[in-house]
């Protein structure tokens, strides 16, 4: 069973009406029985309420991947009255015990599930009790996240971000690695999901920022280095009203400079609750920590939203880069977003530069720092020091690359 409620609907329609809100409904409506089974049965508890029942019963991981897509199909723009809404949904699995259960305990449990999602929108919740071990299953792990941070089997690695034209180290960005003892490396496609879906994520994200700023601390301490260092943050940890708190909190116990912190959201992240993540990065902004829009090419793509938001640097995505330097665009496109960036005032970091043909054409087009296979992967950081930080590698970068 699922429970799904159209998120903030009377916020979203505004003083557009009833009318409206019953458009957009109806609209979800059609959404919900296009994508589900011709067996499932869709039916409307009420305002922008509903519930799909599964038929047969279906399994955790049935139901996960049901809820996931109904999920994206209700994040896609409603166009009503010749205006795009957009509209986003909450999402509560309530799963038939194999020891029996009536109807009405799995639709309660759905709703409550639906009603203690923390984060609105961005995501589906199970059952406390059964949820990690079927999206465990579901994403191929044998493992609780959970666990594998008590055990301290999480890692960061870092990955130099080098400035155009004579390749310095500038910042490390900070990339969570999970090296199994049993089943080898599990990519974070693998896990992160499976926090966010928990909740897990933010136990994790604080874990990861706290050794992140840890790390630039020491590395300044031990080489005289005061190297910036960037984490990746999800939308659930960024819509956490105690987020900016966490921030500050941790540059404080790590006396880390707030300078020295960049903060890395996505592109869906800052257009899926725009008001509250403007907030939070304003808040994190006044503490004098950096902000990046990562991922630039993936989602949305557009610079038109882009000075509605409090962000220093763009982060334009290694997929985009690999089409603007075919040989149909020639490097046009891509020097078309550098120069909007820089009216904006944003810094332009291009992602997966893997050759020195694309080197070449990033900073033929004006981009102000890169990062890619050609100059290192990601590294753990004992390597990274080594490489990067010590004097006589301090001194080889800017020759690494020549022109």
Request: proline content about 6%.
């Amino acid at each position: 069973m699922l429970s799904i409620k159209l998120d903030r609907l009377g916020d979203i329609c505004g003083g557009r009406g009833k009318e409206t809100a019953d458009r957009v409904i109806q609209a979800a409506a059609e959404r919900l029985v296009g994508c589900v089974r011709a067996q499932d049965c869709v039916s409307h508890a009420g305002g922008g309420h509903f519930r799909v029942l599964l038929c047969p019963l279906g399994t955790a991981e049935l139901a996960a991947s049901l809820a996931d897509k109904v999920c994206h199909v209700l994040r896609l723009p409603f166009t009503i009255a010749h205006q795009r809404l957009a509209v986003s949904a909450s999402v509560g699995i309530g799963l038939w015990s194999q020891d029996g259960g009536t109807a009405e305990a799995v639709i309660a449990q759905a709703d409550a599930c639906m009603r203690r999602a923390t984060n609105p929108g961005d995501g589906y919740r199970f059952d406390d009790a059964g949820l990690t071990a079927s999206l465990t299953r579901l994403n191929g792990l044998t493992d609780d996240p959970r666990i594998a941070l008590e055990r301290g089997e999480f890692e960061l690695h870092y990955q130099p971000r080098v400035a155009l034209p004579d390749d310095r180290v500038v910042s490390a960005e900070a990339l969570i690695r999970w090296p199994h003892p049993l089943h080898g490396n599990i990519p974070p496609s693998a896990f992160i999901p499976v926090a966010e879906s928990t909740g897990f994520i933010h136990e994790l994200g604080a874990w990861i920022l706290e050794r992140a700023c840890s790390q630039a601390a020491t590395w300044q301490a031990q080489c005289g280095t005061a190297i910036p260092v960037s984490v990746n943050v999800s939308g659930r940890q960024l819509e956490h009203p105690g987020f900016p708190e966490l921030v500050r909190r941790t540059l404080e116990r790590t006396g880390l400079a707030p300078n020295r912190l960049e903060l890395e959201i996505t592109e869906s992240t800052l257009m899926h609750r725009p008001a509250d993540v403007t907030e939070a990065l304003e808040r994190i902004r006044f503490l004098g920590v950096r902000t990046s829009l990562d991922d630039f090419g993936t989602g949305y793509s557009s610079l038109a939203y882009l000075h509605r938001f409090p962000l220093d640097t763009l982060k334009i995505d290694r997929t985009f880069i690999n089409d603007v330097l075919s040989p149909e665009y020639s490097g046009v496109l891509l020097r078309s977003i550098v120069d909007l960036a820089h009216a904006l005032g944003l810094l332009v970091v291009v992602e997966g530069v893997e050759t020195p043909k694309q080197r070449g054409i990033v900073e033929a087009q004006g981009g102000d720092e890169m990062q890619g296979f050609l100059f290192s992967p990601a590294v753990p950081p004992g390597e990274f020091e080594r490489r990067f930080l010590a004097p006589a590698a301090l001194e080889r970068v800017a020759h690494a690359y020549p022109g």
